[in-house]
């Protein structure tokens, strides 16, 4: 994992740090600062902001971080102008779509993913797979490698889950994707799944998404539902320090102290990352709300405010299932929910539909 | 402020306390729990529940608070089936649209409040209302009794601003409304608005909610940026409590630790009270956001997700202005941002136009 | 409210501005930036910051706040150097202890207020204070217009609860102090009590702490469960403003998600407060815990880490109380509690004595 | 992971679910419930709560979770009386301390943890881990397989700097601890360490988890920083799964939106999780504070709450190092911290001494 390369494309002084002393420092503690720096290997030139006085240190690569630079005596506090993730950054200028094989999110496309939380038997999967095909899903959905709260919760069916999946994938036409947990899994798995999901949970598990990211899969990275915007773009960070360009950012809602949702969907974060990166960013409604009729609004508003995609959970018979059956959509609602995305992006002149094989390299990927 | 009357309208038993005792409490500590509750004047039915036991009290009114109840030896926990805020529960059978003077929001109806933020001068708050009415707004906003973190940021123009608001909102031929901070104003401004504000520091301004209630006007309800759904209610409760039910609620974003928008705005919490309460909700995307870029996408969604409306900061000269400058949108931004709404409510068959004086009966105001 | 007098005690340059412009202005862009400032009225000084440039507001008094100078093109950001909340701040160089009637927060000493949540019936009343006066609490509290979520629970026994508090206050020999809800409430208040309490909800409502400061008071400042500090120090700033230096910042707990304490106690603000100003800061663990069992140990973990005092809810019947009942202690256990705090201040040097009367300009109150 | 023979030990009922109809749920409406259960293989038995009616579901093992049970048309809500946790709940009965290689936490000793965060060179390393040990801690931190939020920040020294670790814990005579971060990591490090620490950001990560309790070595479990004592405990039931007793948790603050400290210490988790569970719960006051002058009076809050004991972050030259710097804590103020650290837990009759070879069978471990 590095950074190689990336320095050279940013502007001159964009990556410095600002070192502000305490108001009143004189001649003596500003040197006393200096020779500080010095002995830890930083050059900085002193300059005055009116009264005030500061260093500034344009190449803080090889210094020490910012944080313990201002333990130095006489240091009020240190700015850094750089970005902190300047990779991710970098996809402002270069990012168009991300396709999972065939199916496009953004670049003016809106791709919905279906399916079920969890893949429990074939039969009810074929079904769901079906039905979200036809109501327009691009991509399938579906856990086999389950992150549960709780050990005694059922924890998924595995591999062999995973092959029943790939093979009802492969009978609609839809590519898809399943989440992963565990570096361990990665080498059997990526030659078999379309796209891997990086879960909330996970998403600071750094040793996962380095693995995940070497596979060149398109990664979808859900936002751990406490992390800021700085923190999911680091994480996003990781897996483009790979190599692997392909990461579709997934916001899935905030733990807050409200009860009448689940979590708090962050629905100004989709604007927000238009203007910072660009990467694709999609919605997952399903576990924001944790209350199925909360899903169409929420997925509505989503594609209002610009989301590239949606991932929805559906299911026809909610009260059998393992897991999450309180946000589970059932079939007739995604197919309404499916007209409604589509008058959504018509509205911005975008389209719901995948692109064809020959499209893809038009959206660089 | 009371709730007689209210009872009688409630099924049987929606308003019991179960009360649940320890595993293996034995009948001697049942007969204890028992006669606590009757030393309290609680009359209270035993039942089992599989090898639990619990009492029931059918008629909580006269007694002693459900957590006080908890602090009986024997009791495990105390589980009330009642709504907290029967009132507003109740607006859920009867609840149409609620009009500021001719503005309607509900029923179908989306309204768009706008306006500067403070009244500063004259001539750009006549040239701000041209704008905002030209581009379709129902209903004028202006601030005159400002909410200041700090003593030393601006104060607002008090009434001398509220005669020119007064003034400039006749002329564009709109209603307008304004924010109250102290129940003492409420006496001398009751007779010049059309609508009244709470903001939302003052959700939980008890005094000043029943002063406001009691004016019979409309009273915009702003949600506290901490406060959870209930909290909300039991606030518009007591302005419902005081016979004045034209109570619009305004959502306008939650305090997390985020940085990239100033509040997190609660799209979800839209269609949620749609489910529980009859009164309008519209939303606030400029307070929620913080920064003029995020409005119109975060206006797009609150009314994709069903907001009956939008109260939003139009200022053509931003850096000019002594308060929430960055959230200001421009009055050509606020012009697109029109079409939007018109577009998205038109996909619900819903309309943006104010009701006609003949129709105000129609939804019930 | 006015902060005459206070500028000229701060070093030059504590509160400068520092527009920093956008990586890349060229000399045109830097020019059309300083020439807006001059059309504000605002004067800065170009100063160049490695290879980026910025602009210093030495004086930025009568400008337009920071957030409206930050909406000029070619300004990246605006990062003020002054403290917000000036008045605060110098408490730091004058602070000591603060007094109510006799009974000292800080300089020093532990204070302890103790009491019912609310005024109910004189009797358990009488019982109570005697027990917490021959326990140690210096001061009494009571409240009797009550802040209740609400319209439909006991909203407080008004006045004549309050002439009861007062005279039972008399009787027992300690201070005592309430809670005031309305600005109309401070003047038949004012000469009745010793000291007057803000409460959390009411933490940002500025009429009411304009009022209450002008009675020059004591007045205990509760922190609103999701006000940062800088929001709590500014609402301090409102009371100081009036000239009333008789602040208590009082810690009572943040809202969050956690569901095993009622709110979240906040233990590092004192530390980190005492840094910051000289006023007192109390801590209030039964609001925070919810629940009496953990009183004992938060008000424990509050006086170790430097509290000045506590703020404890009392009551010997707590099954029958109309409100808090969950967190009130029972006088034994306050009984045993009080021996803690004792010992914990002696490890610091400090005493729970109050000051007698001829120690009460000791420390300058 | 499984949960066999744990629900022998429960008494009866402890585990019911509590199915509430709809009010005014007439007989047809009862029976077609009671008809969607039996479908789904469920048994119940009907009650009436009042004028209420209910469903009890005795042993709702083989069910369906709860909340698909709530799906079914006619259910309110599903109210659960079984713990989440059961292997951590029944350690209340068992539990007293747990050592790491004879340095003993919880059963009236509290032990406290100290080092540098990173190791990064050996000399600084022998100068810390002798000053900790003189001072009293009991045993030796520090980090080499580290979580860094970004991937250009220093990721630790790797098995190199564990095994420099290691030798320098054996000269001063101390065990020590690292923590861990992937699953293939264990299987080298097991043989190596005295105990493994899992992160905060790992707390989920239930691979990792699974993998560390099999070892048999004491797992130190931090808390997420936005996790709720439900998904902590249900972490911790992931290792006690495992066959592995020896948990210890610890607390090193909650993220909010405060920025006077880096988060928020939950110090009222101590106490409360004492009443639920029987494993030691120590505090990190480091990571809590983010700022080292606030680290002493966090770290006392936490014993005199009730810790079992600290984990603190140590250097000498702050300035200097990679990572955490502004939270690092110079030895002599360690050295002073450790004093309060006595003379708290004589308080309530604990020691920090480590158990003796012959005392770690009192402690059962």
């Avoid at 971080?65 to 005596?73: K, V, Y």
């Avoid at 396709?99 to 969890?118: D, E, K, L, S």
């Avoid at 991509?139 to 086999?144: A, D, K, M, Q, T």
């Avoid at 490698?145 to 924890?155: G, I, L, M, N």
Wanted: aromatic share 4%; glycine share 12%; charged share 25%.
């Amino acid at each position: 994992v590095g950074s190689k390369g990336i320095e050279s494309a940013r502007p001159r002084g964009a990556r410095a740090l600002i070192i502000l002393l305490t108001p009143g420092a004189g001649s003596a503690q500003r040197a006393a600062v200096a020779r500080a720096l010095r002995e830890l290997g930083v050059e900085a030139e002193e300059v005055r902001l009116g009264a005030r006085h500061a260093l500034v240190v344009e190449r803080p690569e090889a210094a020490p971080p910012a944080e313990s630079l201002a333990r130095i005596d006489g240091v009020e506090r240190v700015i850094p102008l750089a970005p902190r993730a300047p990779l991710a950054a970098g996809t402002l200028r270069t990012g168009g779509g991300v396709a999972i094989a065939g199916a496009v999110f953004g670049g003016g496309h809106v791709g919905v993913i279906a399916g079920p939380c969890t893949i429990e038997d074939a039969a009810s999967l074929r079904d769901i797979a079906a039905r979200v095909a036809a109501a327009g899903a691009v991509c399938l959905r579906g856990g086999v490698f389950k992150v549960r709260t709780s050990p005694h919760s059922y924890q998924g069916g595995g591999l062999a889950a995973l092959r029943e999946l790939a093979g009802v994938a492969r009978e609609v036409g839809l590519p898809f994707l399943t989440e992963l947990t565990d570096p361990r899994q990665v080498e059997d798995v990526a030659g078999l799944v379309d796209g891997i999901q990086i879960g909330a949970r996970h998403m600071q598990n750094f040793p996962l998404l380095v693995e995940a990211g070497r596979t060149g899969k398109p990664i979808l990275l859900k936002r751990h539902m406490a992390a800021d915007v700085d923190e999911w773009l680091l994480a996003a960070e990781y897996v483009l320090a790979t190599g692997n360009q392909r990461v579709i950012l997934c916001e899935r809602g905030l733990k807050s102290g409200e009860r009448h949702v689940r979590y708090l969907l962050d629905v100004g974060v989709v604007p927000y990352l238009k203007r910072r990166v660009g990467l694709p960013v999609i919605v997952d409604p399903s576990h924001a709300a944790g209350d199925w009729r909360l899903v169409p609004p929420l997925a509505r508003a989503a594609v209002a405010a610009g989301a590239d995609g949606l991932i929805v959970e559906v299911h026809p018979r909610p009260e059998a299932t393992r897991s999450d059956a309180l946000q589970a959509l059932p079939p007739d609602a995604f197919l309404r929910l499916m007209d409604d995305v589509r008058a959504l992006a018509a509205m911005d002149g975008r389209s719901v539909q995948p692109a064809r094989a020959g499209e893809r390299s038009a959206v660089g990927i």
